[in-house]
């Protein structure tokens, strides 16, 4: 039997044919290994991690599912807007911190160190929106930490107010863009409904627009810096004005006169917001 299976196996183009002479120990060491036909002694058997030995690699096999595996094979679908924003819009602090913390919705979640949530007195008069977190404030998780926020802390003392006594400040976006960018349409559409839940929870009796960015997107229309500024305009039934970025003062020094032009402007709104309720009642 064994000269006939030698035979066919030689038409075959198959020989030599090595044959198991005794069982291999995969605890041997090398030198005590069997020779190959090479001369050379086989790679010693390791244990393979079974999530690895079951590893796919063809298109077809990725459709099967493998107990090993912790992460879908496709993607979850994502979730209905208006469902998600509803879902928000009951959500007290605790919820929507959590919530934040926690966010995936857009792509700035990938290189971000903390989320920047807000900071301040959640019953505030006075809310400061900025466009989104730089370096600093990723780094720490609190917004306006760095110069930009020692500045804007040196704009509320010249007007009487300070961060966290009647003052609550916050940012369009919650992660931070990578290299300072502006924050893309899709990136703060994703973080619309944290803002408008913050702002609805605070119901501040006046909102200030750090820059641009800012004022674009809480006012949806496109508009330039000096069309907005010395006005009161209105967020969803709150007035609101626009003023520039604590950034865009530390690198444009001559326009801090017109940003304290635009606090004094801030002030003498917020009195006559005060007065009006007195009167009527």
Avoid at 9 to 33: F, I, N, Q, Y
Avoid at 227 to 256: C, E, F, N, Q, W
Wanted: with cysteine.
């Amino acid at each position: 039997m064994s000269t006939r299976r030698d035979e066919m196996l030689k038409e075959m183009g198959l020989t030599p044919a090595w044959r198991l002479r005794a069982r291999v120990d995969v605890g041997a060491r090398p030198e005590a290994l069997p020779i190959t036909a090479r001369g050379e002694p086989p790679a010693p058997v390791t244990a393979r991690d079974p999530a690895e030995a079951l590893a796919f690699t063809d298109a077809s096999d990725a459709a099967i599912e493998s107990p090993f595996r912790s992460d879908p094979v496709a993607p979850a679908p994502a979730a209905d807007p208006d469902a998600r924003r509803a879902a928000i819009f009951r959500m007290d602090w605790t919820a929507l911190k959590e919530t934040v913390a926690r966010c995936v919705d857009c792509v700035l979640h990938v290189k971000r160190n903390k989320t920047v949530f807000g900071v301040g007195d959640e019953n505030a008069d006075w809310m400061f929106i900025g466009e989104g977190p730089g370096a600093d404030e990723d780094a720490q998780g609190d917004p306006f930490v760095g110069q930009a926020g020692h500045l804007l802390d040196n704009m509320l003392a010249a007007i009487d107010l300070a961060r966290g006594r009647n003052v609550y400040i916050a940012n369009v976006v919650k992660c931070r863009p990578p290299g300072n960018r502006n924050p893309a349409p899709d990136e703060a559409k994703k973080c619309e409904a944290y803002l408008q839940r913050q702002i609805q929870l605070i119901r501040p009796k006046l909102i200030i627009a750090l820059g641009r960015v800012a004022a674009l997107n809480l006012l949806e229309r496109e508009a330039s810096i000096a069309s907005l500024r010395g006005r009161v305009l209105d967020y969803k039934g709150t007035p609101l004005i626009v003023t520039y970025h604590p950034a865009y003062l530390l690198r444009t020094p001559a326009d801090k006169a017109r940003a304290w032009e635009d606090l004094c402007f801030a002030v003498k709104t917020m009195q006559s917001l005060v007065v009006q309720p007195a009167a009527q009642n």
